[in-house]
């Protein structure tokens, strides 16, 4: 962790460093603070001087002002100039003290904050170009956390534990060095409270760490089913699920209040056992202090205090020493709980940095292309499965030439997805190659090949932002009248203009407040901008009720003129348009040829088209020209 910090501090460390230096300033000036008390009362019970030489012009200038007069008698000064500068030492060492602990405490806030917004764009920036393959294996929560709660709890440490750790360490090395300047006896005598306040702070530390992760962890679960729930409260509406989402609410919430009410439990039995302990302390030190300072000695074992070895003055410096012991104790225990908290964080968030990014994976090298592709696909003997030893695909061979509009089609679940994704690279094939324009996907710069692909996905994601933002993803840069004449093409134009604030309307979260037919229609707007050679479309009409189809479908005949088209579709009746149809089954490419040839092979085109119509009313009759007029006049229905 330390390595991990020390290189996060980077370009940081000349401020730590002044807070380091801020600390040790302040630390002084609240272990030197008891002072002055002990003067005044020395000087006015036994008349002794605070006997320090840079002290001395101070009190001989005061001496001038005392009533009654400078003393005829020197050295000695009056209880007047005493008392006035422990006074000013005072109010000195507490401003100096609380300058320096604002000025400590807002640096150490400046580098944390600072070190968390860098680590955590650090890491978004990675997580963004980790392989699609290990965000499968991962829980969204779970990531999120890592982002968010994680990095919080780096960045807390930093900020307090500047603070913190080292004045509490610090202030405790500093009262044993004054204790024991004073009086070593005595010391002695108040150090024998620190062996069972440790045992206390340690006990009390392991418990309390144990109950608040189970409380931490338990938190998380009732977030979870509170975003799950909320996330679709339309749903809990639609099936009257109030109820049953309530008690599981509620038991959840119940499994989070157990742990957090047995973290708080023993968090307040700690304060007044620490607050026990110190009392008899104190008592111990009153009883002895008093019994010494009136002129007894003190024997316990083979120590003696001799009697007035101690001053009524050196006694409260003792007491108020050990109070101020408390303190640097109950912050380091409370530390310790920060340190173990980033110590996991940090451990977590270093495992999502170790992943080796997108641009990292071995490949061929990166040919420089031009900025265009022309739009050529091949797939020759390509194997690929999610589970190893379990292929999904098992030989896919397919060319698409330049410009073909090809319709991929076959069994739910055959790997007709698949095969998109792993012509976008975000997938590598176990076995075979892809080319694009004849040179393999993997000796492509991923921006090139990325950036030279079109998606349409089945069910589009808008982001929060204006509809013109989710516009100009596809483009970002692109002009306004590019913008409107891409919404135009997409048939999404008078719509956006309908909306109010037009181009500047909101679109809320995953596109919440648009139809499922306009967020299609955003889609191929965003395409169109993108203007890719290649263009996949993985069904995206199979959402949609007839009307919104034929308006996607129209939109989709316009984006599709003069690219190479890779179009998944289960209506094999709507395929009419397409240039060819390829066959997906058994993980291979079994049959290709046009609507009319695959209809007429008997094979298992045929058998997939004789399956949808069985459940058709009536058979369906597909035109096979204008295949959006076809929609209008209401021929082709869908299945
Ligand atoms: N991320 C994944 N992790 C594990 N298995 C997956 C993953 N994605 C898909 N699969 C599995 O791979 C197989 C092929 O899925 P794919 O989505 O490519 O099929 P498809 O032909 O597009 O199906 P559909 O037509 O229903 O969309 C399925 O058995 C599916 O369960």
Redesign the pocket.
């Known amino acids: 962790m330390i390595g991990f910090l020390f290189h996060g501090l980077r370009g940081r460390r000349v401020l730590v460093l002044t807070a380091i230096g801020l600390t040790f300033v302040g630390v002084a000036g609240s272990v030197l603070a008891a002072f002055p008390l002990k003067w005044i009362l020395d000087k006015i019970i036994n008349d002794r001087d605070p006997g320090l030489p840079p002290l001395a012009p101070l009190l001989t200038a005061l001496d001038g002002l005392a009533p009654g007069g400078p003393r005829p008698v020197s050295p000695g000064h009056s209880q007047f100039a005493v008392i006035l500068a422990s006074a000013t030492v005072l109010l000195l060492l507490g401003a100096a003290e609380a300058l320096v602990a604002f000025v400590r405490r807002s640096v150490a806030a400046f580098v944390g904050q600072d070190l968390e917004a860098a680590l955590r764009t650090r890491v978004f920036d990675h997580l963004v170009r980790t392989p699609l393959a290990w965000h499968?294996r991962q829980r969204l929560g779970e990531v999120v956390q890592r982002l968010s709660g994680n990095i919080s709890d780096i960045g807390k440490l930093v900020t307090d534990g500047l603070v913190d750790l080292l004045s509490g360490l610090l202030t405790l090395v500093g009262i044993l060095v004054v204790m024991l300047a004073i009086s070593w006896q005595f010391t002695v005598l108040s150090m024998c409270v620190v062996p069972p306040l440790f045992v206390i702070v340690a006990c009390y530390t392991h418990h309390t760490k144990r109950a608040s992760k189970q409380a931490a962890r338990a938190a998380g679960r009732v977030a979870e089913v509170a975003a799950s729930m909320i996330g679709a409260i339309a749903e809990v509406k639609v099936f009257t699920l109030e109820r049953w989402a309530g008690r599981v609410f509620a038991e959840r919430a119940e499994a989070q209040r157990r742990p957090a009410l047995r973290a708080g439990r023993r968090q307040a039995e700690f304060s007044p056992l620490v607050i026990l302990l110190l009392t008899v302390s104190n008592t111990v030190i009153v009883v002895v202090g008093a019994w010494v300072a009136a002129g007894h000695d003190f024997t316990l074992w083979l120590v003696t205090i001799p009697a007035g070895s101690l001053t009524v003055g050196t006694l409260t410096v003792f007491l108020a020493y050990s109070k101020l012991l408390y303190q640097p104790m109950r912050d380091l225990s409370k530390l310790m709980l920060q340190v173990s908290a980033a110590a996991a964080a940090v451990e977590r968030v270093q495992e999502v940095l170790d992943q080796p990014r997108e641009d990292q994976l071995p490949g061929g090298p990166a040919r420089v292309l031009p900025g265009r592709a022309r739009g050529e696909v091949a797939f020759a003997g390509v194997v690929f499965?999610?589970?190893p030893g379990e292929p999904?695909l098992r030989g896919v061979d397919l060319e698409v030439p330049v410009g073909t509009r090809l319709a991929l089609v076959?069994?739910?679940?055959?790997?007709?997805?698949?095969?998109v994704?792993l012509l976008a690279r975000l997938h590598e094939p176990w076995q075979g190659s892809i080319t694009v324009d004849g040179v393999d996907t993997r000796e492509h710069p991923l921006e090139f090949l990325r950036g030279n692909i079109g998606m349409v996905l089945q069910d589009s994601v808008l982001f929060e932002g204006s509809v013109r933002e989710n516009l100009l993803l596809g483009r970002p840069g692109a002009t306004e009248e590019e913008v409107v004449a891409a919404a135009r093409q997409a048939c999404l134009h008078d719509m956006i203009m309908e909306l109010p604030g037009g181009y500047a309307a909101p679109v809320h979260e995953h596109g919440g407040n648009f139809s499922c037919g306009q967020r299609q229609r955003i889609a191929i707007a965003r395409a169109i901008l993108r203007d890719a050679p290649i263009l996949v479309l993985?069904?995206p009409t199979a959402s949609l009720d007839v009307e919104a189809e034929v308006e996607v479908m129209r939109a989709i005949e316009r984006l599709t003129e003069g690219r190479t088209v890779i179009m998944?579709s289960?209506r094999l009746a709507m395929l009419g348009h397409v240039d060819e149809i390829a066959v997906?089954d058994g993980g291979r490419i079994v049959e290709r040829g046009t609507y009319r040839q695959l209809k007429a092979r008997a094979g298992v085109f045929a058998r997939l088209l004789a399956e949808q119509n069985r459940y058709a009313t009536e058979p369906v009759e597909l035109d096979l020209g204008d295949h959006a007029s076809a929609h209008r006049e209401g021929r082709v229905r869908t299945t």
């Open positions: 499968g499965g999610y589970q999904v076959g069994l739910s679940g055959g790997g007709k997805s698949t095969m994704k993985d069904e998944i289960h997906l």
